[in-house]
């Protein structure tokens, strides 16, 4: 089958091949024909290494599509079943999941080092345990969330981490009060369901900060009351504010410059959020007495900050009910032999997200 592969991390341009056969069918599995992926930034950031991912690998994490077989002791799945994947499925079993944190849950990473594809020149990973960028992939049956029939298969794929991540932070980690001031800095996919979560939650402003202007023109379509780039972002924070700073401010980049940038902006007593992916050996630096002082709350959220199956039946009925846009999110679809041109246009950070169809 066809599948877009990186042999080495640091290259730039991805190999599109036909020799590439997913693995690892069996007891509870399940093999999925992937009609729609999105392509996210971090896969970008799997392919430099800013995200750690072993190689050679299929990159992709956001894809939907249908059943193709399923492997002894699944009984929740049937062939021809139209489903999302979940590239961070909860066992049920563990700590974090007793406990209702089951966006913490590890057992997703455990599949992570295992290939589930091959070639005739041997093992591919798939990234975070899925690799969508590819015609066929075998997966947990726990990582195949079944979709009603109205839902699209592009719009069933960027609900699978997109949206939900950004959603999630305003919605559940954050939990945005109503009349409240909000900055998003990094106004991509992430970042537009973000704004789009603390439009939901009432906030009263909300100041995007891109960069980028068509990203930032994107943000106002999408509930921003108004967008900066980020030399205008101090000057915003003194007309909207009086200087004080914003009531929540997330950082949607993964970088602690921007991460930096986000805490000075943040009220006192404020909160910040912390939704971007980073480098591990990217530190923020902090010191103790302005942590203390200021006494403003950081919170880190990951995949939504809640449990991602809700997440995703709230998604497609705040869709269904018009209160978000999802389609909008989808700037362009290509085919897969596409996948480089579209891999240059988020470089460039023109595009919310690309919709690739197989």
Known sequence: MRAAV????????????????????????VRIRVRATGLCHSDLSAMNGVLPQPA???PGHEGAGEIL?????????SPGDRVLLCWLPACGGCPS?????????????????????K???????????TGTFTEEVVV????????????PFDIAALIGCGVTTGLGAAVNTADVAAGSSVAVIG??????????????????????????????????????????????????????????????????????ATARTAYETTRRGGTLCIVGAGAADDVLQLNMFELFFDEKRILP????????????????????????????LITHRVPLAEINDALDQMRTGAALRTCIEL
């Open 187 to 256: 106004c991509g996919g992430v970042g537009v369901s973000a704004i789009q979560g603390a439009r939901l939650k009432g906030a009263a402003q909300i100041v995007a900060v891109d960069p980028v202007a068509s990203r930032r023109e994107a943000a106002l379509r999408f509930g921003a009351t108004e967008a900066v780039a980020p030399d205008g972002l101090a000057d915003a924070k003194q007309r909207i504010t009086a200087g004080e700073g914003f009531d929540y401010v997330f950082e949607v980049v993964g970088k602690s």
């Open 6 to 29: 990186l042999h080495e991390t640091g290259q730039d341009k991805l190999d599109v091949l036909d020799d590439v056969e997913a693995v690892g069918f069996g007891p509870g599995k």
């Open 140 to 151: 947990d049956a726990g990582c195949a969330v079944p979709i009603p029939d109205d839902v």
């Open 119 to 129: 070639r005739p020149a041997g093992d591919v990973f798939g990234f975070a345990g």
């Open 97 to 117: 999941c007793k406990r209702g944190q089951t966006q913490l849950c590890l057992a997703g990473f455990m599949n992570a080092g295992t290939p589930n594809f």
């Open 301 to 328: 959220s990951m995949y939504g900050g809640g449990d991602v199956l809700t997440a995703y039946e709230r998604a497609i009925a705040l869709w269904r009910a018009g209160r978000i846009d999802l389609e909008g």
């Open 56 to 58: 050679p690998f299929i």
């Open 69 to 77: 077989d399923v492997g002894d002791g699944v009984t929740a799945l």
